[in-house]
């Protein structure tokens, strides 16, 4: 069963080293996060998986690494300075800030708000007679007036007017619609095709939370797929399905993911049709992926923004037009914390409770862990003998760990997810009584507990 708590999650990330609050000896930012050293393996292990599987395996993909700040004109064209706005309402008793959407769907949970403007959420907020949610106050709270997102600073060293203001991407989409040139004169890529890039994404959101859930720096993994616009429909269907099945190769149970098509009030300013792809955490309904068929909007803008010509030539008709874009977007942040949620669970096993992490093998921080039975050297220097094997002849992520009984290491890897715990015993070494255990060692499969042991000679071959 997946994680029935938010809590469960956060107090293991922290244990564990997965997630721990950041700049935390100073007290820690309100809600900024870093990832420790468990935490890092697997996002860069879902960040290695998703690059493999839609970039370097696909003929019709390449990726881009862009800088995180742009030409202020970028974040003009793209719309993104007029349109990325969330609306937002303060207490005037105690000066608390709240998202108007946010203290609405609190109050009335089946209460329709996407894409409502400021003024008609204000009226839904004195409709259903919302006060304070800190204070308590009632009749406390301002109109709602909108807030960008976009998070700014300054270049130049001079304070005052030689500053620049600039933003800290929002997306990183842009950076594919300004490259677009510079990709295709440098590939020999046709229609269809895409430009990928994973990276920061900064939002000044009025309200994160829900731990890396909605967070104001997350990392997002997406890519721009290039097409001509009959194609769109049949593009859009088949995007969808590589990002359900995405999913399904990790690991997540069809019950709890759904698809949510946007309403025609929720559609971001580029986009015609946006879907979801949704998870059901213990705190809702949540969008974890999503799918959104920008036209050509941001390339006709950029064009008409920039002076530069952003159209595509058909090789063989000679026709000359600006490509239409079909948009997959993952959150990365989020879908390591989305992981996490359905991958935990609690057993009991001989009457001992566990928490074990149902990962998949190939995402796991620790892929192989070499338990010697006990401190004595000889068997310590065979284990390490082992570990130094795996590591040289696999790309296996090996824990060494001789502390504590064997029964507290197997709980110690089953928490984090480690798929197959190896032990070294004295069979091992030819010193007990058991026939035939000379040269092998056990492995123990963290799922079906079954142990099994496996000649030494044959270890990496089982292993992969
Ligand atoms: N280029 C399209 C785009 O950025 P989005 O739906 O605004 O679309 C993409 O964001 C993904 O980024 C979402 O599906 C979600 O997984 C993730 N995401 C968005 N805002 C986030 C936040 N504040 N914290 C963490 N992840 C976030």
Redesign the pocket.
């Known amino acids: 069963m997946p994680a029935s708590s938010l809590d469960q999650i956060v107090s293991l990330c922290k244990r564990r080293g997965f997630v721990f609050p950041g700049s935390e000896i100073y007290g820690g930012l309100a809600n900024s996060w870093d990832y420790g050293p468990l935490g890092t393996e697997l996002k860069n292990a879902l960040r290695d998986w998703w690059w493999e599987r839609f970039v370097t395996k696909r003929q019709d993909m390449v990726g881009l690494d862009a800088a995180i700040l742009m030409n202020p004109l970028v974040w003009e064209a793209s719309g993104h300075v007029a349109n990325f706005n969330d609306a937002l309402v303060d207490c005037k008793e105690c000066k608390a800030r709240f998202r108007a959407d946010h203290l609405i769907q609190d109050k009335d949970p089946e209460r329709e708000v996407e894409g409502k403007d400021p003024a008609k959420l204000s009226s839904i907020i004195s409709e259903l007679k919302i006060g304070c949610s800190r204070c308590g106050k009632k009749g406390s709270l301002t109109d709602a007036r909108t807030f960008n997102l976009l998070f700014s600073t300054h270049l130049g060293a001079l304070q005052g007017e030689d500053q620049r203001e600039v933003y800290l991407r ?5 950076a594919m619609f300004v490259n677009f040139k510079n990709v295709l004169n440098t590939t020999r890529l046709r229609l269809p095709f895409g430009i990928a890039s994973v990276g920061k ?1 900064f ?1 000044n ?1 009025i309200t ?1 939370g829900n731990f ?9 993994m ?1 890519f721009e797929y290039f097409i001509e616009e009959k194609n769109w429909e049949k593009i859009f269907d088949y995007w969808l399905t590589e990002e359900q099945a995405w999913l399904r190769e990790i690991g997540f149970s069809d019950e709890r993911v759904r698809v949510r098509a946007h309403t025609s009030d929720e559609l ?1 300013h580029y986009s015609k049709k ?1 879907v ?2 949704e998870y059901q955490t213990p705190f809702g309904w949540k ?4 799918l ?1 068929y920008r036209t050509d909007f941001d390339l006709k803008n950029h064009t008409e923004k920039s002076g530069e010509d952003l159209q595509y030539t058909d090789p063989e008709s000679g026709d000359k037009f600006i490509p239409h874009a079909i ?1 997959p ?7 390591m914390l989305m992981v996490l949620l359905e991958a935990y669970d609690e057993d009991e096993i001989g009457g001992e409770k566990r928490t074990v992490l149902h990962l998949n093998p190939r995402i796991a921080p620790v892929q192989v862990a070499i338990l010697p039975l006990s401190r004595k050297e000889h068997l310590i220097a065979k284990a390490q003998e082992i570990y130094n094997q795996i590591q040289d002849q696999t790309n296996l992520r090996v824990d060494f760990d001789v502390t504590g009984s064997i029964g507290k290491r197997y709980r110690r890897q089953d928490e984090i997810g480690t798929p197959k715990c190896i032990t070294v015993d004295f069979g091992t070494l030819g010193e007990d009584d058991a026939q035939g255990k000379k040269d092998t060692v056990t492995i123990r499969d963290r799922d079906t507990l079954k142990q099994v042991h496996v000649p030494i000679d044959s270890l990496i071959d089982v292993l992969k």
């Open positions: 929002g997306e990183i989409a842009q994404a939002r959101e994160p890396t859930f909605r967070t104001l720096e997350f990392d997002l997406e971001s946006t979801d792809v969008e974890l992926f999503g959104a948009e977007t993952f959150g990365l942040s989020r879908l």
